[in-house]
Nanobody
Framework: QVQLVESGGGLVQAGGSLRLSCAASGLTSSTYTMGWFRRAPGKEREFVAAINWSGASTDYTDSVKGRFTISRDNAKNTVYLQMNSLKPEDTAVYYC????????????????WGQGTQVTVSS
């Protein structure tokens, strides 16, 4: 049974930083692409960042480029999202996802999802 468990969310002031973690268990290999998505209140879920299985290739939505960094530690089956210079518009529930269709910005490419962790950025 595959489980993705996010942690590290919380309340932070604008300009602050948070580091999200996603611990994966039950995946049959470490070759999964991992992604982060978010859903803000009243909005649809949107892509944030993705990383390929080796960590050599990453992708970010434009609004977080230069502020967020995705990384992974395959030995620990964990993917991270370092978020710096946070803005109120980053407030959302952040979801971790795993898929084996290659790095993608599209939700259907991911087979497994976590329950999400709340990030709230105050102005």
């Amino acid at each position: 049974q595959v489980q993705l468990v996010e942690s590290g969310g919380g309340l932070v002031q604008a300009g602050g930083s948070l580091r999200l973690s996603c611990a994966a268990s039950g995946l049959t290999s470490s070759t999964y692409t991992m992604g982060w998505f978010r859903r803000a209140p009243g909005k649809e879920r949107e892509f944030v960042a993705a990383i390929n299985w080796s960590g050599a290739s990453t992708d970010y939505t434009d609004s977080v480029k230069g502020r967020f960094t995705i990384s992974r530690d395959n030995a620990k089956n964990t993917v991270y999202l370092q978020m710096n210079s946070l803005k109120p518009e980053d407030t959302a529930v952040y979801y971790c996802a795993a898929g084996n269709r290659g790095k993608s910005r599209f939700s259907p490419a991911y087979d497994y999802w976590g329950q999400g962790t709340q990030v709230t950025v105050s102005s």
